[in-house]
């Protein structure tokens, strides 16, 4: 059974921090992305961040040199580091993991998501 599990999030103020974790029960050798999203009532959720196996990055525009994402390898691990929050960041966060097995064939894996609000 896989699990993906999201923390980290909280209630803070315009300009704090905070940091996300995702642990995932998946082999960390079938991996191809993890990624996360956000979504706010009556809203699409978006993607903020991904990862790829190889370490490439890609970043929303709206959190572009405020957020980071890496991973641990070994652990099969992914965070998200957000830096100077702004109340449009307020949202449901969730962790993505995306996975390819033999034959070519991918599953998506989500969180149950992590509450970030961002208020004063």
């Known amino acids: 059974q896989v699990e993906i599990v999201e923390s980290g999030g909280g209630l803070v103020q315009p300009g704090e921090s905070l940091r996300l974790s995702c642990a995932s029960s998946l082999s960390i050798f079938n991996i191809l992305a993890m990624a996360w999203y956000r979504q706010v009532p009556g809203k699409q959720r978006e993607l903020v961040a991904n990862?790829?196996?190889?370490?490439?990055?890609n970043y929303a525009d709206s959190v572009q040199g405020r957020f980071t994402i890496s991973r641990d390898n070994d652990k099969a691990m992914v965070y998200l580091q957000m830096n100077s929050l702004k109340p449009e960041d307020t949202a449901v966060y969730y962790c993505y993991v995306q996975r390819q097995v033999s034959w070519g064939q991918k599953y998506d894996y989500w969180g149950q998501g992590t509450q970030v609000t961002v208020s004063s």
């Open positions: 990862i790829s196996s190889s370490g490439a990055t």
